[in-house]
């Protein structure tokens, strides 16, 4: 995983196109015009969406991990490990 800056539609869509395996997003960059289509086009093509403790993800979830879907449960385990 990596770090990419701007609004997490685009980054959403990056992770939708497989060049990332997943995303994570924080609360301080989330706004919901921007998230809420990407979620959406990700769910779409099959990926996953959650928030980083693996609960489902709402419009006021104060972070959000997006990913193809193979790894999801993996990078939940990760990200918890580090917190």
Partial sequence: MFKLYGAPAPRLLISLILLLDGLTVS????????TAAGCLMVEEAGGVI???????WHLQSPNLLASNGLIHQQMISVLSSKS
């Fill in 27 to 34: 609360g301080t960059e989330t706004q919901t015009w921007d």
């Fill in 50 to 56: 959650s928030d980083i403790a693996g609960s489902k």
